[in-house]
């Protein structure tokens, strides 16, 4: 039996279409229950903060709940392989930060590889790290917590989870500096910081969402950001770099999917994420904590991961760090 050549092409261009019509449907109809947003964090921490931002937008903005839900233990493995062996489907998501990147060079027996085994959705935003110490030191400069550190060494001591940025922005500032602020190693961010607040710990590196509010406060004393240039959440406040050229250690945040992830979901939520980016309220609110709005599309964020993850690569050869 013959088809008509205009039978032929008329099934020929709706069988092409039919995939581009089933992708459409299925961004459309997501998402259809709630969605987990999971963070290898503890509550109150910067990544926590942040990631409870942007759930409460998708919530508002996709009409379905964003889940947020803390996972904390490994330097944040622990939730990012509960991420890694859930279902492709877009309902179980991770909130990363730039630990995800560390990790894959500090930590010898993952059961994962990172890069190989996530796929990148959307990155939110950078922020500093601030260089604060307990207000009971007589410590008002980077230059004098050098010269102290020097002139005492071994004294001082700074509180970080065993892997992160944290830990790592510590270890370069030791590198750069020529010093030796000892690292205590926490379970979580947030006790470290209760430490130094009340001085069982004297330096902290942390995130600046974390510390901002402990620093405009008073509780803290802050005496640098780790990112080039100042931050206009704390203009006052010199970078790091003024004092030791070259050092730059700030961090990212980004949303990741597991792997094999319907490219449609992953399209979605990225152009959502960016809307949030784009919106004035959420902007100020990031602003308010530093943090700086990085859109993107899914492969530009795939090739920072690789970046990010060959830089700090080096920085943990060379300092000899490994956490098994």
């Known amino acids: 039996m013959k088809f008509p050549r205009r039978h032929f092409l008329r099934l020929a261009a709706g069988a ?63 939730g990012t392989e509960a991420v890694i062996r859930a279902v492709p489907d877009g309902y179980t998501l991770l909130y990363a930060t730039t630990a995800n990147a560390i990790n894959a060079a500090l930590y010898e027996k993952l059961n994962f590889n990172f890069i190989r085994d996530i796929a990148p959705v959307a990155s939110t935003i950078h922020v500093p790290n601030l260089v604060a110490v307990n207000q009971s030191l007589p410590i008002n400069s980077i230059a004098q917590l050098i010269a102290y550190a020097k002139a005492n060494p071994g004294r001082l001591n700074f509180g970080a989870p065993t892997g992160g940025t944290v830990l790592l922005t510590g270890v370069l500032f030791n590198m750069m500096a020529g010093v030796s602020i000892v690292h205590v190693p926490y379970s979580n961010q947030m006790q470290a910081v209760t430490d130094l607040i009340a001085g069982r710990v004297q330096v902290s590196f942390d995130a600046m969402p974390t510390t901002i509010e402990y620093a405009r406060a008073g509780k803290l004393r802050a005496l640098a950001v780790t990112t080039t240039t100042r931050s206009p959440a704390l203009p006052d406040v010199p970078s790091v770099r003024e004092f030791l050229p070259g050092y730059d250690a700030s961090s990212w945040h980004g949303i990741y999917a597991p792997r094999n992830t319907p490219a449609e979901v992953v399209e979605r939520l990225n152009t959502e994420i960016n809307a949030g980016l784009a919106d004035p309220r959420l902007k100020e609110q990031l602003a308010g904590l530093g943090g700086t709005v990085a859109p993107g599309t899914p492969a530009k964020f795939g090739r920072f991961l690789a970046e990010e993850t060959e830089k700090w690569a080096k920085v943990v050869k060379f300092a000899g760090l490994k956490a098994d």
């Open 16 to 78: 092409g279409a039919f995939p581009v019509a089933s992708r459409i449907a299925t961004a459309q109809a997501y998402p259809s229950r709630p969605v987990h947003l999971i963070l290898g964090y503890a509550p109150g921490s910067a990544p926590d903060i942040v990631a409870r931002l942007f759930g409460q937008w998708l919530s508002q903005r996709l009409d379905q709940q964003f889940i947020i839900e803390n996972r904390p233990g490994a330097a944040s493995n622990i």
